[in-house]
């Protein structure tokens, strides 16, 4: 019997050892509780939902929503859970965490071909399959090991992540596009959003003041010594972003022919897709003082977020350098990432990426063609953005449409034909 390694027992983990397991492979799954609990986790069974008992919108308008519904079709067993064990919260998906991990660990447990070893992987095996699934808070010394592997500048241990913004809905009126003392090959890489003295007095005196996330013990320092947040930065005096991230040297804005007071850049996400991001502004504020806040630059006054800045331990690689659209790495065939390692942000989109990777660990060791889900669906958006988005400055990703090929149709529609895709692709034996 074909034999594959999975390491960890979360989400990701849990969803790719029921797949591998279902198709007939033998799972090594290996869970580090409760022989060692990381500063985040508390019940020794699989599937911890540690943040949140939310899964977020079920709606089909949405883009999370979108990529349960795939998961569904896919016969998930996270989300099959979910709905089993799911408690009211409007159009949410919220379930009973408790009994969530329970039921997840004894249909684990209740599988012959998985045997489940309790102990703390310290290094990969690259010339075993294996599936590697230790999330956002991976062990120190198996991260570490990852590291020599891959290269230490392509792995990171701390997140702080500056906000991302959907470009229709920013202010054309109040932007213009140019590259700072107009460098680079094109007329302009950023959206530049000006203010005036008045209007930066306005932001200063709110962002100095804003209400933030409190660091958990395990979260502090070296968020702060490694990326600053900009309302910690402002504190620092009122000219610190005038000069920093907000320096208006070497751009003109051709309304006024002159130097704005102050300049917030706008970088894009990547060539296919109108998401930017907020150049310099990682953030620990809350998200509501995000969007306040940030609202009183008068280009981003009605500004759609397509994800919020975040400081907090997350340990992720850089995966458009090293993975493929398999969630594969390139330099390592047998070995796959999943989870928040990989750069997906959220449980839902976890366990998609574990889905993914399970059904094509298992055609790689049958010889047969990957299954391949295009980025016209949720679930093949989400391998594409961090297989393909910039290595430079790659971040972490969650489920949204602006990932999501656009052929102009409403979301609706293009929800349909996404699921018309999945459900073609199990028809015709794919998968």
Not at 170 to 198: Q, S, V
Not at 377 to 395: M, N, P, R, V
């Amino acid at each position: 019997m074909n034999r594959v390694k999975v390491i960890g027992a979360g989400l990701a983990g849990a969803e790719a050892s029921y797949q591998l397991a279902k198709r007939g492979f033998f799972v090594d799954l290996y869970e580090q509780k409760p022989v060692k609990f990381s500063p985040a986790h508390k019940n020794k069974n699989f599937a911890e939902l540690v943040c949140s008992n939310s899964l977020k919108s079920n709606a089909l308008t949405n883009a999370c929503g979108l990529l349960k519904e795939e998961l569904r079709l896919l016969d998930s067993l996270i989300i099959k859970t979910a709905d089993e064990v799911k408690v009211p919260s409007g159009e949410a998906l919220s379930v009973d965490r408790e009994l969530f991990s329970q039921k997840i660990t004894e249909k684990l447990l209740s599988m012959k071909n998985i045997a489940i070893h309790y102990e703390n992987v310290k290094n990969v095996d690259l010339d075993v399959p294996t599936i590697i699934a230790t999330g956002p808070l991976t062990d120190d010394e198996l991260f570490k090991n990852l590291c020599d592997t891959l290269g230490n500048d392509d792995c990171y241990f701390f997140d702080a992540i500056a906000p991302i913004v959907d470009k229709n809905s920013l202010d054309k009126d109040h932007y213009f596009i140019a590259n700072r003392y107009d460098k680079g090959e094109t007329d302009g890489d950023y959206i530049n959003c000006p203010m005036t003295k008045d209007e930066y007095d306005v932001f200063y005196k709110e962002i100095i003041n804003a209400k933030t996330v409190e660091l958990k013990d395990f979260e502090n320092s070296k968020v702060f010594e490694s990326c600053m947040p900009i309302e910690v930065s402002a504190k620092r005096g009122y000219k610190t972003l005038l000069f920093g991230i907000l320096k208006p040297k070497g751009l003109i804005d051709p309304k006024t022919t002159k130097m704005p007071y102050a300049v917030l850049q706008l970088r894009k996400e990547s060539n296919s897709n109108d998401l930017y991001n907020l150049v310099g502004c990682q953030t620990n504020m809350l998200f509501g003082e995000q969007k306040r806040i940030f609202s009183l630059i008068p280009a981003l006054r009605n500004a759609e977020y397509v994800r919020y800045g975040v400081m907090h331990r997350n340990s992720y690689i850089n995966a458009p350098k090293h993975i493929n659209k398999y969630y594969q790495l390139k330099d390592y065939p047998n070995v796959f990432i999943a989870g928040q390692l990989s750069g997906v942000e959220g449980y839902v989109e976890s366990t998609a990426s574990g889905l993914y990777c399970a059904l094509n660990i298992a055609k790689m060791i049958e010889g047969k063609e990957f299954v391949t889900f295009s980025n016209s669906t949720c679930i093949g958006a989400l391998s594409d953005w961090i297989s393909s988005a910039s290595e430079k400055h790659f971040q972490p990703m969650n489920a949204n449409w602006g990932i999501i090929k656009n052929d102009g149709s409403p979301k609706e529609e293009r929800a349909n034909k996404s699921i018309l895709e999945i459900k073609e692709l199990i028809q015709n034996g794919t998968i």
